[in-house]
């Protein structure tokens, strides 16, 4: 398990699928169930992301986003990742340092900017010959 105590996506499959056929380890490898999002990991190999954990929330909802983000199942093993996203990568990456200011933006939609034309016009070279 990692920092915020969900196991990985992986792991997650693997315990869902020991789950759906009553816990015997053989019988997830005899799983005939091929339609299942979760079949090419029952056995946990591969590396599954997040989003395949959504497309198997998406299936159990009857393919209703509206009832995936509202699941009340909160004691289902794939719940933290019914969102698509991973909880343990929570502030990891996905935003810029660096975010332009409100004025910036906002000068920006209102068209208080104007667009500068691009040339080699007074660049650094010229008047530099060639030699």
């Keep these: 398990m990692r920092k915020s105590g969900v196991p990985s996506p992986l792991?997650?499959?693997?315990?869902?699928?020991?789950y759906c056929v009553g816990g015997d380890p053989k019988a997830v490898a005899g799983c005939g169930g091929t339609d299942c999002p979760f079949h090419p990991y029952s056995m946990g190999q591969s590396r599954p992301g997040?989003?395949?954990?959504?497309?198997?929330?998406?299936?159990?909802?009857?393919?209703h986003r509206s009832f995936v983000d509202?699941?009340?199942?909160?004691?289902?093993?794939?719940?933290?990742?019914r969102m698509g996203t991973n909880p343990n990568r929570k502030g990891i990456g996905g935003t810029p340092s660096h975010?332009?200011?409100k004025k910036v933006v906002s000068g920006?939609?209102?068209?208080?900017?104007?667009?500068?034309?691009?040339?080699?016009?007074g660049s650094p070279n010229q008047g530099k010959k060639k030699e």
Aim: charge should be positive.
């Design 11 to 18: 792991k997650t499959i693997r315990a869902y699928c020991l």
């Design 50 to 63: 997040p989003k395949v954990i959504r497309i198997f929330c998406l299936e159990c909802q009857g393919g």
């Design 70 to 81: 509202n699941c009340q199942t909160t004691n289902c093993l794939c719940y933290p990742y």
């Design 99 to 101: 975010k332009p200011s």
């Design 108 to 121: 920006l939609l209102n068209g208080k900017f104007r667009q500068l034309e691009l040339s080699l016009e």
